[in-house]
């Protein structure tokens, strides 16, 4: 079955260190996408990349950084450079990229503990 | 003012009822608005999408889009326990040919 996997689904690290979320898709979608949600706000943009070896910032990308090496893949590191990391993190991808017919779907998420 | 508002609720109704979710956005130039279901502690799950003005039906769920008012609803009709979740409204397009989203309602159906 085609979907988009995110590992782990759980990460504690202490602050300071950097951290890799890892996000593959076999949906063969060119766009892929990762959202921050914070309790009580919208989902917010960090990275989006809509082709390989390409990528954008979204509205929070300080403290965060991205890759996207092969079209399956796009993981995202969080940095120590992050004032507040303790968030869910979600993982999308699209067909293309942001159009008016062109729906996210989302991985299951990694929420991410830092202490 | 927030681009894309919706009301926090919860919104409670009873069971086999139907429930009425709305959103609304300011950014007039706006082309599409997506639904998404979120179950606590879980990833958002799509439900429909509407870009065309008046409605659009999928099994129990409409999209209804009046741009002229800059509002989308989502009527889930005969509602049950199992769609008590929170609803994400996002808007697509406008100014910054972005996606948007709200930051939810929660729908709570009593049984």
Request: charged share 20%; aromatic share 12%.
């Amino acid at each position: 079955d085609g979907g988009i996997t995110q590992s782990p689904k759980y990460l504690f690290r202490k602050e300071g260190q950097n951290v890799t979320l890892s996000c593959e898709q076999n949906l063969n979608h060119d766009a892929m996408y990762w959202y921050r949600q914070d309790p009580g706000q919208g989902l917010r943009l960090i990275y989006y990349s809509q082709i390989v070896n390409d990528f954008q910032k979204g509205d929070i990308a300080e403290g965060y950084s991205v890759s996207r090496e092969k079209k399956e893949s796009f993981p995202l590191t969080v940095t120590s450079a992050q004032k507040n990391p303790t968030a869910f993190y979600l993982c999308a991808s699209s067909p293309k990229g942001q159009a008016r017919d062109s729906p996210l779907h989302f991985g299951n998420g990694t929420r991410l503990t830092v202490t | 003012q927030k681009e894309v508002e919706q009301n926090s609720g919860p919104l409670s109704v009873p069971e086999g009822a139907i429930a009425s979710l709305n959103c609304t956005y300011s950014d007039r130039g706006s082309q599409s608005f997506f639904w998404y279901r979120q179950y606590s502690g879980k990833s958002p799950e799509l439900i429909m999408f509407i870009y065309s003005n008046g409605d659009k039906e999928d099994g129990r769920f409409t999209a209804q889009l009046n741009k002229a008012s800059q509002y989308v609803s989502l009527l889930i009709r005969d509602s049950q326990p199992s769609d008590s979740a929170t609803y994400l409204c996002a808007g697509y397009g406008g100014a910054t040919n972005k996606l948007i989203f709200g930051t939810g309602t929660l729908l709570a159906v009593q049984p």
